[in-house]
Every structure is written in structure tokens, then in C-alpha cells.
């Protein structure tokens, strides 16, 4: 049984840089595809990032494509997002969420394929 837990998010300006981790255990990040997702206030959660369980396949929304980076630790078993040039948009609930049936190259982008998630942390961005 795969476990959650988010760190790193916090207040920053609009343009300013947080990373996001994602800690792992019960299974290595390298056996899942890991993905990361947001929940704005009154909104549906959305797709972020994902990562394949090789680490080959990396999707992006289009709205952070060359701002956002999602990357893996195999040692560490934890998975990371890279977020530059943040904007006010960017804010909202991260959480980043496990796939074990994605075991390879593939990520889905579908909440509803995404079994384990974590509790959340909080990205606040200002204008």
C-alpha cells in the first residue's frame, strides 16, 4: 500500500519559485507512475504533472509548460515539482497522487485513474 506525504508549498510572490516534494513509501517510486495535481478555491482538481514509473514519459498542462518541472529521487523514493515563474493562477491545494496500474511508461492526466493521494499542501501566489 502505497503512502503520501506533500511538503513545500507556501506564500510567494507572483514570479517566485517553490519546490514541491512528494514522499513515498510502501512501494519505490520507480514500480508507478506519480502525478501532481491542484484544486483552486471552487474549482475541479486538474492535472499538473505526471512522471512514468521510468521517468522516461513527463506531461505538463499546457498553462506551466517551461515553468514547472516534475522529477524523481529513486533513493530518496520521492518525486519533486519544480515551480518558477509562479503566477497568481498558480494557486491552490497541490497534491500529488499515485497510479500502481501505470507501471512503466505510461501517465494519465485522469484524477479518477489515480488510487493514492496525499493530504495536500498549499500554493499561495500574489500579485
Known amino acids: 500500500q502505497v503512502q503520501l506525504v506533500e511538503s513545500g508549498g507556501g506564500s510567494v510572490q507572483a514570479g517566485g519559485s517553490l519546490r514541491l516534494s512528494c514522499a513515498a513509501s510502501?512501494?519505490?517510486?520507480?514500480?508507478?507512475?506519480l502525478g501532481w495535481f491542484r484544486q483552486a478555491a471552487g474549482k475541479e482538481r486538474e492535472f499538473v504533472a505526471g512522471?512514468?514509473?521510468?521517468?522516461?514519459?513527463?506531461p505538463y498542462a499546457d498553462s506551466v509548460k517551461g515553468r514547472f518541472t516534475i522529477s524523481k529521487d529513486v533513493a530518496k523514493n520521492a518525486v519533486y515539482l519544480q515551480m518558477n515563474s509562479l503566477k497568481p493562477e498558480d494557486t491552490g491545494v497541490y497534491y500529488c497522487?499515485?497510479?500502481?496500474?501505470?507501471?512503466?511508461?505510461?501517465?494519465?492526466?485522469?484524477?479518477?485513474?489515480?488510487?493514492?493521494w496525499g493530504q495536500g499542501t498549499q500554493v499561495t501566489v500574489s500579485s
Open positions: 497522487a499515485a497510479d500502481p496500474m501505470r507501471i512503466t511508461t505510461s501517465v494519465s492526466g485522469q484524477p479518477r485513474d489515480y488510487d493514492t
Open positions: 510502501g512501494r519505490t517510486v520507480s514500480t508507478f507512475a
Open positions: 512522471i512514468s514509473g521510468d521517468g522516461r514519459n513527463t
